[in-house]
Nanobody, 127 residues
Framework: QVLLVESGGGLVQPGGSLRLSCAASGFTLEYYATGWFRQAPGKEREGVSC???????????YYADSVKGRFTISRDNAANTVYLQMNSLKPEDTAVYYCATDEAYGSGCYTADFGSWGQGTQVTVSS
């Protein structure tokens, strides 16, 4: 059974940090592109960061402009997990964060490119 489980969300003050985890079971995550997405109340789900599979000829990562320099996506292949390190958090980062996988993703980091999704983890940035 293919399963993605996000964890690491919570309540943090502005300027704080969180590390989200996306743990996979039933398949080897490193062979798939993985993306982090978020959805705030009343807004559409948006791409935050995407990373290609290790088989991809393009090893670049994608970051939304709003998180560049603050968020970092990474893999731990031994743990079959992709992380999203989030630093200098802002109230506007508050959302439910989802991870998703598929064989590849396009030039952006779009929800339509990903077919397998986790259940999400809530991130709230507030003083």
């Amino acid at each position: 059974q293919v399963l993605l489980v996000e964890s690491g969300g919570g309540l943090v003050q502005p300027g704080g940090s969180l590390r989200l985890s996306c743990a996979a079971s039933g398949f080897t995550l490193e062979y798939y592109a993985t993306g982090w997405f978020r959805q705030a109340p009343g807004k559409e789900r948006e791409g935050v960061s995407c990373i290609s599979s290790i088989n991809s000829s393009d090893t670049s990562t994608y970051y939304a402009d709003s998180v560049k320099g603050r968020f970092t996506i990474s893999r731990d292949n031994a743990a079959n997990t992709v992380y999203l390190q989030m630093n200098s958090l802002k109230p506007e980062d508050t959302a439910v964060y989802y991870c998703a996988t598929d064989e590849a993703y396009g030039s952006g980091c779009y929800t339509a490119d990903f077919g397998s999704w986790g259940q999400g983890t809530q991130v709230t940035v507030s003083s």
